[in-house]
């Protein structure tokens, strides 16, 4: 099984952007679905998650108030609508699922998830 992004591209700051994320499989499905991202030059960092326990969904400081995560349960589809974007923001953003809810320790760590994305690059201009 795969997981298939969409919606990167160029945008200036300010702009707006949405990704949605669809496993390759209907049948598919997990707990825990996230977003990842990594600028040139950069390690992985954690954007987004959402599972089933209190306090989902979760964010990364830089992106709170202005990412908005959602998952779709009925398309088996998930989404990051990505507001006010920075130039900093630019990265390949990949989508991420694991197959067991994760605790909240490990939620932000990449190495948790087993499945990956192709990656979709977003690119912020100034």
């Known amino acids: 099984v795969q997981l298939q992004a969409f919606g990167g591209g160029l945008v200036q700051t300010g702009g707006s952007l949405r990704l949605s994320c669809t496993p390759s499989s209907v049948s598919f499905s997990t707990p825990t679905m996230g977003w990842f991202r990594q600028a040139p030059g950069k390690e992985r960092e954690f954007v987004a998650a959402?599972?089933?326990?209190?306090?989902?969904?979760y964010y990364a400081e830089s992106v709170k108030g202005r990412f908005t995560l959602s998952r779709d349960n009925a398309k088996n589809t998930l989404y990051l609508q990505m507001n006010s974007l920075k130039p900093e923001d630019t990265a390949v953003y990949y989508c991420?699922?694991?197959?067991?809810?994760?605790?909240?320790?490990?939620?932000?760590?990449?190495?948790?998830?087993?499945?990956w994305g192709q990656g979709t690059l977003v690119t912020v201009s100034s």
């Open positions: 991420a699922s694991a197959r067991h809810t994760l605790i909240l320790s490990t939620l932000y760590n990449s190495g948790a998830y087993e499945y």
């Open positions: 959402t599972q089933f326990t209190p306090g989902s969904p």
